[in-house]
Structures are given as C-alpha cells and as structure tokens.
C-alpha cells in the first residue's frame, strides 16, 4: 500500500489491490503529465506540441502525415490539425508535400524547431533523473513490463 497515493485521494481502503493498482497507475501518470507540463510551459508550448515535435524530429528530414502523427503520439490529442497549426505559426513545423505522393501533406519539424527541442531536452532529461532518484533501474524495468500488461489489454482502435 502507498501512503502517497492515500494521502494525494485521501482514501485508506480500496475494494481490491487491483483498484488501488488503478488508482496508483492514474495518480502516477497525471503526476508525470503535470511536471512535463509545467516544464514545456517554460518554453511557451504543451506537451502535446512537444510530443508532435519529438515525433517529427526522430523522422528528420523527412516528415510524418497527420495520421501518423496521431498514431505515435503518447497522449490522444483531440484536434491535432489545430495543434500542428500553431507549430507552423509558431515556426517550429512546416507543411508539405510527399515527394511519392503529391496529394500526401506532411509535416516537417524545422531547425527552429529543432532548437527549441535542444533547449528543452535538460528539463526533460532533469525530470528523468527525478524519477531515477527514488527508483532503481530494476524499478524501473519492471514498472515498464508493468505498465506493458496495462497497455496489451487495452490497444488503441
């Protein structure tokens, strides 16, 4: 039983450990998600915008097609058209078209872009190293294969 995730929903009793397992996994990943937000914010965008970002620089140069953005992204984004326009306003993405298939648009991360990713990567690398502090490598291979079980039983549609 974790005192942190009784004391974070102020619950003492669970009806199963597979709902205090539950509660732990959620509890956890909004905790990850609110520190990866808060250090995005640094640098004026979301995560979700990070993520598009991270996602377009592991093809660089080539680019990805909005569906295959969405496919890759960790967290499911509700308009993700509307957030890769604000990278391109932003200048960290650009729009184009697929040199196989003109009728393809792609979206293409920047140098801009790039920079911006560079600038980030300590915070992100200083939040890894957070979490390395209170657990060990083991730790943290099994909460993958953990988590892997969580993820099998529910793939995407």
């Keep these: 039983m974790s005192s942190a995730l009784h004391q974070r929903i102020h619950q003492r009793t669970f009806t ?17 998600a609110r520190a990866t937000e808060e250090t995005c914010a640094l640098f004026g965008i979301t995560a979700a915008q990070y993520n598009v970002l ?8 080539e680019g990805h097609a909005r569906q295959d953005i ?15 326009d604000r990278l391109v306003t932003a200048g960290w993405a650009k729009r184009g ?29 200083a939040l890894d190293q957070k979490l390395a ?4 490598t083991d730790d943290a291979n099994e909460l993958v294969r953990l988590c892997g079980l969580v993820i099998e039983q529910h793939p995407p549609k």
């Design 54 to 61: 991270r996602i377009l620089r592991g093809v660089h140069p």
């Design 70 to 84: 969405i496919n890759r992204m960790i967290t499911t984004a509700p308009d993700v058209t509307r957030l890769i």
């Design 133 to 136: 502090s209170v657990m060990s």
């Design 16 to 32: 199963s450990a597979y709902q205090e397992a539950y509660l732990s996994i959620i509890v956890a990943a909004d905790t990850l």
């Design 97 to 125: 078209k697929s040199d196989s298939d003109a009728r393809l648009s792609l979206t293409f991360i920047t140098p801009k872009g790039l920079q911006l990713l560079e600038s980030i990567e300590p915070h992100i690398t």
